[in-house]
């Protein structure tokens, strides 16, 4: 398989972990005869350090044409007083429109070596396996009018969806529930909202399309609280943008370790942008013992949403796994009688990994 793939390291440790998920793709394209191109380009605040501009644009039109992007992290205290059109998270909200990425997925999964570190209890934890699919296009995040009213004494955003914008987010969970456990989790606020009650009859209607999928719809205000009650009663739940927006931060949190987590961003064509979960660190950023995992697992769901190569997207998954299995972790995560390493010696452990596959 021949793909093209756009790398965009952005700032803090985005260059540090993007070079060990370059150096995993690298070693899987050769292990399954794969040739994958790489271009980097600028985004984020070394964009606007290099180009006066957080996304220039040569850096959208090679994600225009490109099979996939990873992205590092953009910001850092550099830019925070600069003004609104020259701050880095402009470049990531920018290429998200640009590539029209319409759905963010967020799998949550712990690992077992990692699940002491959990705010939950570990037997509350185990097993958990949640796909957290959020609608990215529309809802309150983009409604117009939103401003201050009566001299600054009121104030008004406004909630509004197209239904095909809803459709398509449903149709992914709908999708996404049928390759895995056949259950979906629609979530809304049925009771309340207008909104919620058009796409709780849309998930009806989609009912009939998918007869082999079960749906439960719970209220947001109840998932928020089952997610840390009962997380394992969750495979895939599907949401709007603000009730995903905060659900999925949540469940963030459930496996105990940031550095962990990998997001994609999709179009209706399966094209991406592959991210992971946390920002640019800037705190540790230079000092080499970032954790390249969010990264490295955010390159395996490329693999796997966009080129469709289940097998060595769940072939990278392992290699991580049994790094922790084998106590190597970096400074950021713990493991009793561990081995605390860097960044590029966690990178080795995991392609030595892929090599020596049983
Ligand atoms: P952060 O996620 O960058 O860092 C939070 C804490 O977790 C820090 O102590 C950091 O050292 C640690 N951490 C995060 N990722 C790590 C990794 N891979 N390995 C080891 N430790 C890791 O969030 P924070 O500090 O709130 O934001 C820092 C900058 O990142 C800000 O400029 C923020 O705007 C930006 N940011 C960017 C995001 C993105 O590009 N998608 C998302 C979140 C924040
Ligand atoms: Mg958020």
Request: glycine content about 8%; aromatic content about 6%.
């Amino acid at each position: 398989m021949e793909k093209q793939i756009i790398l965009l390291p952005g700032d803090g440790i985005g260059k540090e972990i993007m070079d060990s998920a370059k150096a995993v793709l690298l070693a899987i394209a050769a292990e399954y005869n794969h040739h994958f191109t790489f271009e980097e380009h600028a985004i984020g605040g070394s964009a606007i350090d290099t180009h006066n501009n957080p996304l220039p644009e040569d850096t959208i039109q090679a994600c225009k044409s490109a099979d996939a992007v990873l992205l590092g992290a953009v910001g850092g205290p550099k830019w925070d007083s600069n003004p609104a059109h020259l701050r880095p998270e402009k470049g990531l909200l920018g290429i998200r429109k640009a590539l029209g990425l319409f759905a963010n997925i967020r799998p949550v999964k712990g690992f077992s070596p990692l699940l002491h570190a959990s705010p939950l209890k570990e037997e509350i934890i185990k097993d958990s396996d949640i796909l957290i699919i959020r609608e990215l296009t529309g809802g309150l995040y983009f409604g117009e009018p939103s401003e201050r009213r009566e001299n600054g004494n009121a104030v008004v955003d406004t909630l509004y969806y197209k239904r095909a914008e809803m459709e398509r987010i449903i149709d992914k969970g709908f999708q996404s529930a049928r390759i895995r456990n056949k259950h979906l989790t629609s979530v809304d606020k049925a009771n309340v909202l207008e909104s919620s009650r058009m796409w709780r009859e849309i998930v009806e209607e989609k009912m009939q399309e998918y007869p082999d999928v079960t749906v439960e719809h719970v209220l947001v205000d109840a998932a928020a609280m089952k997610l840390i009650t009962q997380p394992n009663r969750f495979d895939v739940l599907v949401t709007e943008n603000l009730f995903g927006d905060i659900l999925s931060d949540e469940a963030s949190v459930l496996t105990g370790s940031l550095g962990m987590l990998p997001s994609a961003s999709l179009r209706t064509d399966g094209v991406g942008m592959y991210e992971p979960v946390h920002g640019s660190a800037p705190d540790i950023a230079g000092k080499g013992i970032a954790n390249p995992f969010g990264m490295i697992l955010s390159a395996a769901l490329m693999l796997r949403f966009s080129f469709g190569l289940e097998e060595e997207a769940s072939e990278i998954e392992r290699a991580v796994n049994e790094c922790l299995e084998q106590g190597y972790h970096t400074a950021d995560l713990q493991i009793q009688n561990g081995k605390q390493v860097g960044t590029k010696k966690i990178t080795e452990i995991v392609l030595e990994n892929l090599t020596t596959k049983s």
